[in-house]
């Protein structure tokens, strides 16, 4: 992503004086790109995520400004160039509303002829790739992590459910267990929701390098302007 994102910001000739990055978790993108923008700033509502944006950027010799809000009512002090909101997080927008809100945010982030690029797992994907699934992503002698994905196919709503049983150094067991609601999004409502918070283009695509749109595609890429 940090490698195809500025050929598209270059594309759309969007200025590259500061970028936000709602959403930012552990601060990977914008360490990414701390060279091609003047200011970075990241958005997230986790503490914990924040706390490791923090030392990410620390460690990389990065200056980032990293504020704790939610994508849904996030207003900042000044408008940014780009804004980015990625890896899934508009995916998190599960309750009636939200999605709209946080379109407002994105829109309110950027400034005139700015650009805000997020993705998105469209509705198709979730229902053909999680809904009812379990994946077991690690099992070993070490460590059992498995993710369960029950659906509810009248709010288009998967719970994620996240179990970690990890041996501990003195020889016993701990077990993490986490939640995380998600729900798909189709393109029509996001670029709808988009456009009605004052976007007045957004174009869709595979990918960040403007592969078109195809019925299968599993991330819907956004750019709004």
């Not at 980015?84 to 407002?104: I, K, W």
């Not at 002829?113 to 993705?119: C, T, W, Y």
């Not at 992503?137 to 459910?161: F, M, S």
């Not at 996001?190 to 078109?212: I, S």
Request: charged share 25%.
């Amino acid at each position: 992503m940090s490698k195809k994102l500025p050929d598209l910001i270059s594309h759309y000739r969007a200025g590259s004086d500061s970028l936000l990055d709602l959403g930012c978790g552990t601060g990977t993108l914008l360490i990414a790109l701390a060279g091609s923008f003047g200011r970075l700033t990241g958005v997230d509502q986790s503490a914990d995520m924040l706390r490791h944006a923090d030392a990410a950027a620390r460690r990389a010799g990065v200056t980032v400004d990293l504020v704790r809000g939610d994508l849904r009512d996030y207003r900042g002090d000044r408008r940014h160039s780009v804004v980015t909101c990625t890896y899934n997080t508009v995916n998190y927008m599960v309750g009636a509303g939200d999605l709209e809100l946080a379109a407002r945010t994105l829109r309110a982030a950027t400034e005139e002829g700015g650009l805000a690029v997020l993705d998105a797992h469209p509705v198709w994907f979730v229902e053909r790739a999680w809904a009812g699934k379990v994946f077991v992503e690690q099992n070993t002698e070490d460590i059992l992590e498995v993710w369960e994905n029950p659906y509810d196919a009248a709010t288009g709503r998967v719970n994620t459910t996240v179990t970690v049983v990890r041996r501990t150094p003195d020889g016993g067991w701990r077990r993490v267990h986490e939640t995380h609601p998600q729900r798909g999004h189709d393109p029509e409502a996001v670029t709808g929701a988009l456009l009605a918070a004052g976007f007045t283009g957004v174009d869709t695509y595979a990918g960040l390098d403007r592969e078109p749109l195809r019925e299968d595609s599993q991330r819907v890429w956004y750019v709004a302007r």
